[in-house]
């Protein structure tokens, strides 16, 4: 559909689910969507756009919690989503609009206080991608990170075997209404 490219964002939407897999592996997924959205007051918010990429894979890595499984799903939504982001502010700034916003969503509350709250992880090995990801949100490469519900996360969808509504409303409609749980207002 088309949308408002000055006011455009591109979200990732980002879930892992821990050892849900036969061989107890960890399921991670995200799903990329650059798009509009629209404040609907009550903390919640309508997003109107369109979905560009989505993935859902056995993590590779051996994960020891619940934490770490939406850890690696982040990270891989990340890297994927700040590439794709600064593609697309290129073309915005040949186009002179403002370049869009990168927006983590997340269903955890125990990463969003990882990384908005400083809060941390005593596993060693995770430490460096928290901290990866602190940096990015710190220099601004990540614009927010929302603490979503977990029934309104299209990535639900990728990592549970009974999963919501939120991305068939997302691939049907191309809108779906996400509920927010927690977000940080940063000084510009």
Excluded at 64 to 76: D, F, K, N, Q, T
Excluded at 89 to 116: E, F, H, N, W
């Amino acid at each position: 559909i088309p949308i408002d490219l000055p006011t455009a964002k591109l979200f990732v939407f980002v879930d892992g689910s821990f050892a849900n897999n036969k061989d107890l592996s960890s399921q991670i997924g995200y799903v990329l969507v650059h798009g509009n959205e629209e404040d609907c007051g009550d903390g919640s918010f309508t997003l109107h756009g369109n979905t560009i990429h989505w993935s859902s894979t056995k993590c590779k890595r051996v994960t020891r919690s619940v934490l770490a499984s939406e850890i690696y799903g982040m990270v891989s939504g990340f890297d994927l989503g700040f590439v794709i982001n600064h593609t697309l502010s290129m073309i915005a700034d040949r186009l002179g609009i403002p370049k869009p916003r990168l927006v983590l969503c997340t269903d955890s509350y125990s990463l969003y206080q990882c990384l908005v709250q400083l809060g941390t992880t005593s596993e060693k090995r995770l430490m460096i991608d928290v901290m990866g990801l602190r940096q990015s949100y710190e220099s601004r490469e990540i614009d927010e990170i929302r603490w979503i519900c977990g029934k309104d996360n299209p990535a639900d969808a990728m990592t549970k075997v009974s999963p919501n509504h939120a991305l068939e409303n997302l691939i049907s409609h191309n809108r779906t209404t996400i509920r927010v749980e927690g977000w940080v207002e940063r000084k510009e």
